[in-house]
């Protein structure tokens, strides 16, 4: 796939199109945000401040007056919340298009979410598999849906701990980041499989941003990869406009596919236009992916309608003129 010209000017008319993006206040959501409303659609800024967020928003309307702009809070890291941003979601609109799963945290000091969860596992992973579970029955009435996850470069060097999952036995900043975004591609990953296993018209796409200058590296309290990625590797970043053409591309492009992962064409997929990627090979292991679920399911207490494609269905009794048999 060549797209070495592809860019937000490439993106399909949006109007009449709802879409969600969770961190929209800043770094790749905001400009996320900027670009799909510049094609018309009605995006709703999903933010932990909304001050902030409504600030965001201003920025844009200064530069497009037409824009259709809705902050609303939604703190990830807090269940609760994504419950109360669901409901509210729903009571104003019958459909969503594409939920932007965005936001992020990187590398705090260890920090337990208000319902005892690791902080970036709480924020990163299980605060988007739930807001998608409690959006799917919107997303389910849009004529083209999508949901794309965004994850990192970083997912390659990443393993799920089931059983240290909160960090109580030890905790890395790094570590447990790029468990979270592991988290995020096979989750991803699993979403397709279970949405293709229904039949539904559903996709879902992973994107990641290459390396990107954002508020993520920066704003972390923790000294050393503060350092290292928010100041020392900046040189090679680019910018936030250009790191959010991979999940723009993913929420957009008519031919891409569940399943699906894109990243930047550059040198070690650090920059550079969009293009279809490769994920991890530990992001496709289908028994990894049925205990995240499952786990996932458990801690968040919301359950997706969708078949495990990797358990058999179980056999159906027919009948068959006046006898019964068993259909396999």
């Given at each position: 796939m060549n797209q070495e010209r592809w860019n937000t000017d490439r993106i399909p008319d949006q109007s009449g199109r709802v879409v969600v993006v969770t961190g929209a206040g800043s770094g790749l959501g905001l400009a996320s945000t900027r670009a799909l409303a510049r094609r018309g659609a009605r995006v709703i800024l999903a933010v932990r401040d909304v001050d902030r967020g409504r600030a965001a928003a201003a920025t844009i309307t200064a530069a497009q007056p037409a824009a259709r702009l809705d902050v609303r809070r939604l703190d990830l890291a807090d269940l609760d919340t994504v419950r109360t941003f669901a409901d509210g979601l729903r009571a104003d609109h019958a459909r969503v298009d594409v939920l932007l799963n965005n936001a992020g945290v990187m590398a705090p000091p260890r920090t337990l979410s208000a319902q005892g969860h690791e902080m970036q596992f709480a924020t990163n992973h299980l605060g988007h598999f739930a807001l998608t579970g409690l959006l799917l029955d919107l997303l389910a009435q849009a004529p083209d849906p999508r949901v794309v996850t965004v994850s990192s470069l970083e997912h390659r060097k990443g393993r799920v701990d089931f059983d240290d999952l909160t960090g109580a036995r030890g905790y890395a900043p790094m570590t447990f980041y790029r468990q979270s975004k592991l988290a995020n591609a096979v989750f991803g990953l699993e979403l397709h499989r279970r949405l293709a296993a229904a039949g539904s018209p559903l996709r879902s796409v992973l994107a990641h941003p290459g390396y990107s200058?954002?508020?993520?590296?920066?704003?972390?309290?923790?000294?050393?990869?503060?350092?290292?990625?928010?100041?020392?590797?900046?040189?090679l970043a680019q910018s936030a406009g250009r790191g959010a053409l991979p999940q723009l591309y993913a929420a957009t492009e008519p031919g891409v596919r569940g399943g699906e992962f894109i990243g930047p064409d550059g040198r070690g997929e650090l920059r550079g236009a969009p293009t279809r990627v490769t994920l991890a090979p530990?992001?496709?292991?289908?028994?990894?992916?049925?205990?995240?679920?499952?786990?996932?399911?458990?801690?968040?207490?919301?359950?997706?309608?969708?078949?495990?494609?990797?358990?058999?269905?179980?056999?159906?009794?027919v009948r068959a003129g006046a006898d019964e048999t068993r259909k396999d």
């Open positions: 200058a954002t508020g993520l590296q920066t704003n972390g309290t923790v000294r050393v990869p503060r350092l290292v990625f928010g100041h020392l590797a900046r040189p530990g992001a496709a292991d289908p028994a990894v992916a049925r205990r995240l679920w499952e786990v996932s399911e458990e801690l968040t207490q919301v359950s997706f309608p969708l078949p495990d494609p990797t358990r058999p269905v179980p056999a159906r009794r």
